[in-house]
């Protein structure tokens, strides 16, 4: 689950998560030889769940934006006392995986996406650990809840919470290679500062070797940035 196999796993790791759900495998993708897929990477559901996000009630990655009383500074702790946490061999086993399988999102998205809810205890997830800090801290109407990273992402771009720069509190997401394309989206964590130097300081979830972690990213990997609407 080393980063540097991420280039050789990524093509495997475009079976549609759906599939991987209805047959109830480890939706982390297993890559060619039996080994789980690497952290970092997110797995696409099938073409025709990929549809664009809902601001509506239980619609793409939760409810409509509503105000709330959540600074990014709250987040920001909220996600870094998480560091540390891992998952287990067969790449579940968090609380944030548990939290999603056992909500009424996850039951949601599931349907959506097709599959058994329970699968999503040892699917990527990074965007569930977004979501989780959300539900947690109590911002989640301005975080949004998924599993999947391109619905999350179109949520934010379809609330017009969607953009190209850099804040403290910020849902960062990634392509690894490099393009400004949703559809083409990998990864996702929280952007703790922009370092002025093409670089960014993150936090993220199922990252490195499945854990949660304080990253250095380059800006040149980021799609874009969700923009939760946080209290001053």
Not at 84 to 89: L, V
Not at 108 to 137: L, Q
Not at 149 to 155: C, D, E, L, P, Q
Not at 185 to 197: P, S, W, Y
Request: hydrophobic content about 40%; glycine content about 12%; aromatic content about 8%.
């Amino acid at each position: 689950m080393f980063e540097h196999r991420l280039t050789h796993a990524r093509t495997a790791l475009r079976a549609t998560l759906g599939a991987a759900l209805a047959a109830g495998a480890v939706a982390g993708g297993i890559a060619a030889g039996g080994t789980a897929a690497h952290a970092d990477t997110d797995v696409r559901p099938p073409a025709h769940a990929a549809h664009v996000a809902q601001t509506g009630a239980n619609g793409e990655a939760g409810e409509r934006t509503q105000a709330v009383q959540v600074t990014a500074d709250q987040v920001l702790a909220a996600a870094r006392a998480q560091i540390g946490t891992t998952e287990n061999a067969a790449g579940g086993g968090t609380k944030f995986q548990d939290w999603y399988a056992t909500s009424q999102r996850g039951a949601e998205t599931a349907a959506r996406d097709g599959g058994n809810i329970t699968s999503y205890k040892n699917a990527p997830w990074c965007s569930m650990f977004v979501s989780w800090v959300g539900e947690h801290t109590g911002a989640r109407t301005q975080i949004g809840w998924d599993a999947y990273t391109v619905s999350h992402a179109k949520w934010f771009e379809d609330n017009h919470r969607w953009g190209t720069e850099a804040k403290p509190g910020a849902v960062v997401f990634f392509d690894w290679n490099g393009s400004k394309s949703l559809s083409a989206i990998d990864h996702v964590g929280f952007v703790v500062k922009d370092n002025g130097d093409g670089s960014l300081t993150t936090i993220e979830g199922n990252t490195g070797n499945g854990k949660v972690e304080q990253r250095t990213r380059p800006t040149s990997q980021v799609v874009g940035y969700g923009y939760p609407a946080y209290a001053s």
